[in-house]
């Protein structure tokens, strides 16, 4: 469901008001008190002297097992977990004594639905806060307690991805490189070029061959190439890679050659002259490598 | 009477603690007494349940206002987690007192903080 349609179905929860539930499967009683005060570890002799329930077992009497009791409030929790919002958190609970519970009494419970609000970025992740409350009604229809409960419906945040092993061949990274490494990751073929003369020089380096400055600057290449020349590299074995691979120096119609592998295309179809265009592959969670395929491809 | 602080009140969170409790309060949701299923949830151990909070809340109360004492209301704030192994303990001061009902603010914090922030009305002695 979209939120406007979770709030959509949280009002019509809200509209229909009131719903009793079943009675408690017990009335209150002595024993279930006197295991209540035990585990507590509460010495108040008042409730079992005068034959009355602690307040706070209010709801106690009517926990029930599991859904025996459809709510308003199931089926909106039921679509908030089916819409993500699988987390769960009380955040509020607020009771309140019209007076104490008889030993002898039947409690019912009765729910409604009061509000929905959301979503809400929370320390927990982003999620609804869904509001209910609970009347008890005692012997004589009146009530005799009354609860406003809130809990967090929140969507647990994505594990963090699984880090990939480092790729073994890193490359040397420096003032000179790393604008070439930096748009291989934004899936750009960077060359460099002299800031003053505008040569374009490949691999990198400090200074301009032409025109002897030491000023620099880059270019972003088309991503066209063809293939000048190439090896198929069978052995040694490289750690990270599976043999054979296909290592090329690439032309690129801006005027410079680059060495990169030809991926995406059979061995025995690579040749010469071949028309390539530069794609990008994530070696590890920080290196993306310029390759190159086929151009039909 | 107002500004009166309560005896602070410190419980050790044994499992028996939080799965007896859970027990007495009908509460038979595995995160309070099945410790492998808890931590393969995520939780680091079992954890009291929100009836336990309140009856202790109330209990905190009427350890110190006595027997006489009607409780009207208990509102609670709930925070951190209660985990068994950890200690739960309760601070409160009389923050308000009109007509016959006082207000007493209960604190419950554990290790990692404030577990329940409390608010509970009573009247101390029945007319």
């Known amino acids: 469901m979209t939120d406007e349609e979770l709030h959509e179905l949280a009002g019509k929860q809200v509209a229909l008001g009131e719903m009793r539930g079943a009675p408690a499967p017990d009335p209150v009683n002595v024993p279930m008190i006197r295991h209540w005060l035990t585990a507590m570890g509460d010495t108040n002799p008042a409730y079992l002297d005068q034959g009355l329930a602690p307040p706070a077992m209010a709801q106690v009497w009517t926990m029930q097992g599991a859904g025996q009791n459809r709510s308003p409030v199931d089926d909106l929790l039921a679509a908030l977990n089916g819409s993500g919002y699988t987390g769960v958190v009380a955040t509020n609970c607020e009771q309140t004594y019209h007076r104490y519970a008889r030993v002898g009494e039947l409690l019912t419970p009765a729910t409604r639905l009061t509000g929905l609000a959301g979503p809400k970025r929370t320390a927990l992740g982003v999620g609804f806060f869904a509001t209910w409350n609970v009347t008890w009604y005692g012997d004589g229809d009146e009530p005799v307690a009354e609860m406003m409960f809130r809990v967090l419906k929140f969507r647990p945040r994505e594990p963090e991805p699984e880090r990939r092993p480092p790729y073994p061949l890193q490359p040397a990274v420096n003032q000179d490189t790393a604008f070439f490494w930096e748009g291989a990751k934004q899936e750009e073929l960077r060359i460099q070029c002299c800031a003053d003369c505008g040569e374009l020089r490949h691999p990198p380096g400090p200074m301009c061959s032409r025109c002897r400055s030491a000023n620099r600057s880059h270019t972003v290449a088309s991503g066209a190439g063809t293939l000048y020349s190439y090896v198929v590299h069978h052995h040694p074995p490289v750690p990270g890679r599976a043999t054979p691979f296909v290592v090329g120096v690439v032309e690129l119609p801006e005027g410079v050659r680059i060495v990169g592998n030809v991926v995406d295309c059979p061995i025995g179809e690579v040749e010469i002259g071949m028309r390539l265009k530069v794609t990008y592959r994530a070696m590890d969670d920080r290196l993306v490598l310029p390759v190159w395929a086929p151009e039909e491809s | 009477m107002i500004g009166t602080a309560l005896p602070e009140l410190s419980i050790e969170l044994t499992p028996t603690v939080v799965i007896s409790t859970a027990l007495a309060t009908r509460d038979f949701t595995p995160v309070h007494h099945d410790t492998a299923l808890a931590r393969a949830q995520g939780s680091k151990d079992i954890f009291l349940n929100i009836l336990t909070t309140m009856g202790l809340v109330e209990r905190y109360v009427t350890d110190w206002a006595g027997p006489r004492a009607v409780i009207r209301s208990i509102d609670v704030k709930l925070g951190v987690p209660a985990y068994a192994g950890d200690r739960l303990t309760f601070t409160g001061t ?34």
Request: charge should be negative.
């Open chain 2, 94 to 127: 009389v923050v308000a007192g009109a007509d016959d009902r006082l207000t007493v603010e209960v604190r419950g914090r554990v290790s990692l903080g404030d577990h329940a922030t409390a608010t509970v009305t009573f009247t101390p002695e029945e007319s």
